[in-house]
């Protein structure tokens, strides 16, 4: 069996393209900005310009054009789907469909539709933040966040949290910071008993989605399953095994 091949690009096997703010804090395993957490190649693309104060505290609009230039800097490399290292990009989610030729998914919470649907009518979907103050219906509107049953909780608060993810400080304490989010999302669930499973919204959660699942058992939601989902789609594999009807003939 032959096959044309096409090329076009400098390198190959990088599929799922990362749009990544200008970031100081340490990224361990399992969080978006350390490679380490999958088990296929991803392309990183640094927005300059693209602060955490500027995108989650000043909400600034001016930001829309700096995803744009690097999401077709990203397409034009070869990527064949793209997302972002911080949920609170779910306010550009149609821009950005609009101008790519290829999928693109700006937040985590893009998940939330799905995972209603998913749960029974008297149930609701826990989001947890980095920073509830800052998520406002604009960005929850923007990923058909519209009469969804939702309970939020933010981390703003937490003192670890806040201080690394947040301000930006270039260290910090895992384990405190996990305990942090560990309790934020136990009390959420505590006062909205209702509550049939939980999104993480923030791209830096994901190393202690184990532990929230763990402390209050319900399916978790994060930026890592919607990327291996999506990577799924992009690059399917064949199947290999034993097919009906198959017989081993004897020796004689």
């Known amino acids: 069996m032959t096959a044309k091949l096409y090329g076009g690009y400098s390198t190959y096997g990088e599929v799922i393209g990362i749009l990544k703010l200008e970031t100081v804090e340490p990224k ?9 957490s999958y088990s296929f190649p991803v392309k990183y693309k640094i927005v300059k310009g693209a602060t955490t104060d500027r995108l989650v505290e000043k909400n600034d609009p001016m930001l829309l054009d700096l995803f744009i230039c690097a999401a077709k800097e990203l397409e034009n490399e070869g990527v064949r789907a793209i997302t972002t290292s911080c949920g609170f990009t779910a306010i550009f989610q149609k821009e950005m469909a609009e101008v790519l030729e290829i999928p693109v998914f700006m937040s985590s919470l893009i998940q939330v539709p799905l995972v209603s649907s998913m749960l029974a009518k008297n149930k609701k979907v826990g989001i947890l933040t980095a ?8 960005h929850l509107e923007a990923v ?6 939702v309970c939020i909780a933010g981390m703003e608060e937490q003192e670890n949290f806040s201080n690394m993810i947040l301000k930006q400080q270039p260290f910090g304490n895992i384990e405190k910071i996990e305990k942090e989010v560990v309790e934020v999302s136990k009390s959420l ?3 909205n008993p209702q509550t049939g499973a939980m999104v993480l919204e923030c791209a830096d959660m994901p190393p202690f989605a184990a532990a929230v699942q763990e402390a209050i058992g319900l399916p978790v939601f994060d930026i890592n399953t919607l990327i ?16 009906p009807g198959y017989r081993v003939k004897r020796l004689l």
């Open 228 to 243: 291996n989902y999506v990577y799924n789609a992009v690059v399917q594999k064949r199947y290999n095994g034993v097919y």
């Open 28 to 36: 361990v395993p399992g969080d978006i900005g350390n490679a380490t």
């Open 189 to 191: 669930v505590k006062q």
């Open 144 to 149: 058909n966040i519209n009469n969804i049953p």
């Open 131 to 138: 920073n509830k103050r800052r998520l406002t219906k604009k």
